[in-house]
């Protein structure tokens, strides 16, 4: 795997993590959203919406009406979103839930709900698109992974393929070293050249002027 595919897998996952954590902050609870997989609350919340919960409402300010999420007291195996249907005791507080779609309370399920229990108030509802979360569900979560990395693949060699081309099309993309040298070395070659050619213009001019000094030694 090339360092561009990991560079960018790398800044996808911390983009997740920066996003994810800023969202906890912001709504004071480890997980913002939680998925209605019950028609316990129908018809004020439908299968398959999405809540948005804000941890930060206290405990104590909860009243008689809120919708809450909530750890079930028995055995905190599973996750509840009830309305508060009443208030059971005020040291230490303690309420009592029920589902308006239910016929009364679920003793272990909808009482005791302490501060213990108590995840965060219902803020927001996002109707039906908690199906997107069936897709995170394996195998469709591994499969969407394989398909991301797949497509970070084909991007990083397509984009080196274009460079590999535009390279080949460039003609100013040549090495300069290269340019140079073919260049600079006739060049050199011509100066050689023209070196050789004066000593052997100046020993022809020695040679003609010696006969000609002879010459004249002999009149």
Do not use: C
């Not at 993590?17 to 209605?36: C, D, E, M, R, S």
């Not at 309370?105 to 965060?120: A, V």
């Not at 991007?155 to 393929?161: A, D, G, L």
């Not at 070395?185 to 100046?202: A, F, G, R, T």
Request: charged share 25%; aromatic share 6%.
């Amino acid at each position: 795997m090339s360092k561009g595919i990991l560079k960018d897998i790398m800044i996808v996952a911390i983009g997740v993590v920066v996003i994810w954590v800023g969202l906890q902050v912001a709504f004071g609870t480890q997980n913002p959203f939680y998925v209605v997989a019950s028609g316990s609350m129908i018809p004020v919340l439908q299968v398959y919406d999405v809540l948005i919960v804000q941890g930060h409402e206290p405990f104590e300010d909860i009243q008689v009406g809120d919708i809450i999420v909530f750890n079930r007291p028995s055995g905190h195996d599973r996750v509840i979103v009830h309305r508060v249907a009443a208030i059971i005791d005020d040291e230490p507080k303690t309420i009592r839930t029920k589902g308006d779609a239910n016929p009364a309370s679920i003793p272990g399920t909808d009482f005791p709900i302490t501060k213990e229990e108590y995840i965060g108030k219902v803020a927001y509802t996002i109707p039906q698109i908690g199906y997107v979360t069936q897709l995170l569900k394996p195998p469709m979560n591994y499969i969407i992974i394989v398909i991301v990395i797949g497509i970070m693949i084909v991007k990083q060699m397509s984009k080196k393929k274009n460079e590999k081309e535009l390279s080949l099309q460039d003609p100013f993309n040549q090495n300069d070293s290269q340019i140079e040298s073919s260049v600079n070395i006739p060049e050199l070659d011509k100066l050689e050249k023209d070196n050789v050619y004066s000593k052997h213009e100046e020993s022809k001019l020695s040679e003609a002027e010696e006969p000609k000094k002879d010459s004249e030694d002999q009149k």
